[in-house]
């Protein structure tokens, strides 16, 4: 059975910074596409994927709302993705939620991301910032 649990959301201020972990257990992340999508809580039907990690290799996507500020890692040794958030703005508040999904390169991994082409959800973790 897969599972992603994901980690690390919290309440911040304005220009604070987090970092949220996702870690599988019953499926290897490694050689795989690891995203991190978010839901606001006004926008109850748009989720937007905001970063992912091709953890076959090191590549990287990042959505324009990311760009510059998040920073997406990977630890294959603890089975873990990392997501960095710097700068926050109270435009980031959202649940976020990891994914994983086969993939056999960064740009297949984007075009998953785009077409929310995944299978394995964790179950979201809270961001909140204040102004």
């Known amino acids: 059975q897969v599972r992603l649990v994901a980690s690390g959301g919290s309440s911040v201020q304005t220009g604070g910074s987090l970092r949220l972990s996702c870690t599988a257990s019953g499926y290897t992340l490694s050689n795989n596409c690891v995203g991190w999508f978010r839901q606001a809580p006004e926008k109850e039907r748009e989720r937007e994927g905001v970063?992912?990690?091709?953890?076959?290799?090191?590549?990287?996507y990042y959505a324009d709302s990311a760009k510059g500020r998040f920073t997406i890692s990977q630890d294959n040794a603890k089975n873990t993705v990392y997501l960095q958030m710097n700068s926050l703005k109270p435009e980031d508040t959202a649940m976020y939620y990891c994914?994983?999904?086969?993939?056999?390169?960064?740009?297949?991994?984007?075009?998953?991301?785009?077409?929310?082409?995944?299978?394995?959800w964790g179950q979201g973790t809270q961001v909140t910032v204040s102004s």
């Open positions: 970063a992912a990690i091709y953890t076959g290799g090191d590549s990287t």
């Open positions: 994914v994983t999904e086969w993939a056999g390169d960064i740009k297949s991994c984007a075009d998953r991301v785009r077409n929310f082409g995944f299978r394995f």
